[in-house]
């Protein structure tokens, strides 16, 4: 079963900061969270294990609750390059099933 | 390095007709995915593998078979490829260590 993300599409101006959600309705093992470009592949962000904790890449970080089974991805201060589709995706909580799931994306669209 | 390769990048296909998505990978990865793309359905898990001669049902499995002969190749195959195939797909490799996904550039495949 996919995660649910939430919003669908945001639009921002440069330097303002957004919010991306995750849930799912199952026990989660770690969340992914990747960026793709029109046209292209998705590329890694992070990944965030059970155990609560936070973690930042550059202005962009993500938090993972593990008891409420959400996860919160953050831009801060948005540039032009952060435009594009935010996908999270979900592991389960067996250690050993590598099924990896993804949410139906959220569109960033930075404008200047 | 060239990462995750999927061949071929297009094809079009009568409705019937069977053909076999091929994905290589250099990174001697033990985990392998397929998954299909299509507007406002995020990415959606076909099939996977965790190692050499081992698949996996995902999400979406039904009309596609999978094989994994040797470590660096995994196959999708389409016995009789119908309309609602008409898609892209894209193949990845999972670095055990981090848990980051590695993808290919993606195939598109269109079935009149």
């Known amino acids: 079963q996919q995660p649910v993300q939430s919003p669908q599409a945001v639009i921002l101006r440069e330097g303002e900061d957004a919010v991306i959600n995750c849930s799912s309705s199952k026990a989660l093992y770690s969340v992914h969270w990747y960026r793709q470009k029109h046209g292209e592949a998705p590329v890694f962000l992070m990944i965030l294990l059970k155990g609560g904790e936070q973690k930042g890449h550059e202005k962009i970080s993500a938090s993972f609750n593990e008891k409420k089974q959400q996860s919160s991805l953050y831009l801060t201060a948005s540039q032009l390059s952060y435009s594009g589709t935010y996908f999270c995706g979900t592991e389960g909580s067996n250690f050993g099933n590598e099924k990896l799931t993804f949410g139906t994306g959220t569109r960033l669209t930075i404008i200047p | 390095n060239a990462g995750v390769t999927q061949t071929p990048k297009f094809r079009v296909l009568k409705t019937g007709q069977s053909m076999t998505l091929l994905c290589a990978q250099d990174m001697n990865h033990e985990y392998m995915y397929w998954y299909r793309q299509d507007p406002g359905m995020g990415l959606r898990l076909i099939h996977y593998s965790v190692g050499e001669g081992t698949t996996a049902k995902g999400e979406v499995p039904d009309g596609y078979n999978v094989s994994r002969l040797k470590k660096q190749n995994f196959l999708l195959g389409l016995e009789s490829a119908a309309p609602s195939q008409t898609s892209v797909y894209f193949c990845?490799?999972?670095?055990?260590?981090?848990?980051?996904?590695?993808f290919g550039e993606g195939s598109r495949l269109t079935v009149l």
């Open positions: 990845a490799s999972k670095r055990g260590y981090t848990g980051e996904l590695f």
